[in-house]
């Protein structure tokens, strides 16, 4: 199958209800997804329903740019280092932004507490953060700017602990499709596993 750069967004247009050309039928399609909502690898997913590796990861990359095609230009950073991740917290969900370059060394300073956590808030630029995370060694704090509640803070700190953990099972992501793995965090953490399965088939279904 032949699939779209990875900012194309919507696959071409399909013979059948989600794939054009698809190298696997339709329920195998469903199970893929199934896997992938739910945060199955690649591996673990070509073993369980007796696929290639290769196809399985195809798919997997199909499934995340129909996901990810409305996110917009500015929320699609390319970290140069290890991604650094800021979090926002709303009445509904955990939103989740690449911290960009610039701005970087200010963050993990924050994470590491070199830096008092409050300086970081009143930095150029700098975006209103609830929280920063770095998913490769764990590092998570809340910051002094952040006006949520205590209950609130736990939310934030279950969002992190349950996308730290599905990033982390990914591993070798492209630092150019991070922010695609990025957002199908944010949304299995705002939709379960269920919702996200139904999103992503709805995204390939309405892709022109």
């Known amino acids: 199958m032949k699939l779209p750069p990875a900012h194309a967004g919507c ?14 039928d339709e329920l195998q399609l469903l199970a893929l997804a199934d896997a992938m909502a ?5 591996s673990d997913a070509a073993r369980s329903l007796d696929l290639n590796r290769n196809t399985v990861n195809r798919y997997y990359q199909l499934f995340r740019q129909a996901l990810a095609q409305d996110v917009p230009a500015a929320h699609r950073t390319v970290p140069s280092d290890a991604p650094i991740i800021g979090l926002f917290l709303t009445s509904t969900a955990t939103h989740l ?22 300086s970081a808030c009143l930095a150029p630029g700098w975006p209103d953060y609830d929280a920063l995370g770095q998913p490769s060694t764990g590092l998570f704090q809340i910051l002094p700017c952040c006006l949520v509640s205590a209950a609130g803070q736990q939310r934030l700190k279950a969002s992190w602990s349950n996308i730290r953990a599905r990033l982390c099972q990914f591993r070798g992501i492209p630092r150019r499709n991070y922010w695609q793995h990025l ?13 996200l399965r139904h999103r992503l088939l709805q995204a390939l279904e309405t892709c022109d």
Do not use: M, S, W
């Open 11 to 24: 696959p071409p247009r399909r013979k059948n209800r989600y794939a054009l050309n698809a190298k696997v």
């Open 97 to 118: 932004r690449i911290v960009p370059d610039e701005l970087r060394d200010t963050a993990l300073r924050a994470l590491r507490g070199g830096l008092d956590a409050g």
């Open 38 to 42: 739910g945060g199955a690898t690649a």
């Open 183 to 195: 957002h199908v965090c944010e949304l299995f953490d705002a939709l379960g596993q269920d919702k």
